[in-house]
């Protein structure tokens, strides 16, 4: 009589499975029914279920194709999925020369530090100079150049993290601020600095 060898992670979702060739279709039954089971435990982490059949002779052992360590399968890294970084283009026509001055005119004013306030202080005076409320990445990053700034590295995840502090939202591609961040602009920058004693 040969013993069955069963090791069910389900975090990873590998199964390993010592059996004789015979015995392999009862096993499959009852591992099914065990699946079944295991997908209302969420929580639970392994299963090792060691069964002996009644007619079993021989135990026949298949070497699994991932590489093993320490008797686990070693889990290949994850990539990251990120949004890389956006070649943005500089749109020459979009403010003429004087609304280039009077963009670093008042950005200069309100000394933005943190990069959610300097998209913020320069889609408040685009806003206001161009008579438009939506901004996509290549307008923001056209601003950026005319204060002399960096574009921030990932322009997009800034939106995201704007979106989440309530500052305005991306619509159709398009940074919309909205009120919040136009009285940030207007009332709370520049930031006062602390007095020292």
Not at 94 to 106: D, I, N, P, S, V
Request: with cysteine.
């Amino acid at each position: 009589m040969s013993q069955i060898k069963l090791h069910l992670d389900v975090v990873e979702g590998t199964l390993d499975l010592e059996c004789s060739g015979e015995d392999f279709e009862g096993i499959m039954t009852r591992i099914e029914g065990m699946m079944r089971n295991l997908t209302n435990v969420p929580r639970r982490k392994m299963a090792d279920v060691h069964v002996a059949p009644e007619d079993a002779e021989q135990e026949i052992t298949e070497e699994e194709d991932a590489p093993v360590t320490n008797g686990k399968a070693v889990k290949k890294p994850r990539r990251r999925k990120g949004s890389g970084h956006a070649n943005w283009k500089v749109i020459d026509n979009l403010m003429t020369e004087a609304q280039r001055g009077a963009l670093r005119k008042f950005y200069a004013e309100k000394a933005p530090g943190k990069q959610n306030d300097q998209v913020a202080v320069l889609a408040h005076k685009l806003s206001e100079m161009l008579d438009r409320e939506g901004f996509d990445g290549n307008e923001i990053h056209t601003a950026f150049q005319a204060v002399n700034e960096k574009t921030p590295a990932n322009l997009t995840g800034v939106f995201g993290n704007m979106t989440g502090e309530g500052l305005g939202k991306v619509i159709d591609k398009k940074w919309t601020p909205n009120f919040k961040s136009s009285d940030m602009v207007k009332h709370d920058l520049p930031a006062a600095k602390p007095t020292k004693k």
